[in-house]
């Protein structure tokens, strides 16, 4: 029984929650520091942050590049999926309507798939955070992947 392709809100609720989660992720990961590291690990994070913070300023323009990586996997991944989803149906019509079908889930997969690319920088960016970098690099990696998958599923939908 073939599955019909998520809605359009749906699609925009589920790439916000991917948008989000990378900046959610900073905020559970310092919460669980101040609350769980010992008192003499903030001593530790000062001492590795004039190594740490020209890592995370790194990652600012590695979002950059991955957003693009992103796009260029959207149309890889799309591609790839209408050519395993090939409709097959009987009439004109319900083959039109299986292959608008298959165009929108394939679209939805590989939007999903892509739109991890701009958050592995990020991701970085937040273990520089946890082990001493400045905050201000990372929270504008947090910044820029966040526009950045939100801009792929502007561009892509």
Request: no cysteine; net charge positive; glycine share 8%.
């Amino acid at each position: 029984m073939p599955v019909a392709p998520p809605s359009r809100a749906r699609v925009y609720g589920l790439l916000g929650l991917v948008a989000a989660s990378t900046p959610l992720a900073l905020l559970v990961e310092s919460a669980l520091r101040r609350l769980m590291m010992p008192e003499g690990f903030e001593a530790v994070r000062a001492w590795l942050s004039p190594t740490l913070t020209p890592w995370a300023w790194a990652m600012v323009p590695a979002t950059l590049v991955t957003t693009g990586l992103g796009w260029w996997l959207f149309g890889v991944l799309k591609r790839r999926e209408l050519r395993l989803r090939r409709p097959e149906a009987s009439s004109a019509e319900a083959q039109a309507e299986a292959q608008a079908k298959a165009q929108a889930k394939a679209e939805f997969e590989a939007l999903m798939l892509a739109s991890s690319a701009p958050q592995v920088p990020a991701v970085a960016a937040t273990i520089l955070y946890m082990a001493g970098a400045q905050g201000l690099p990372v929270a504008i990696t947090m910044g820029a992947a966040t526009l950045g998958v939100l801009s792929l599923g502007a561009a892509k939908r």
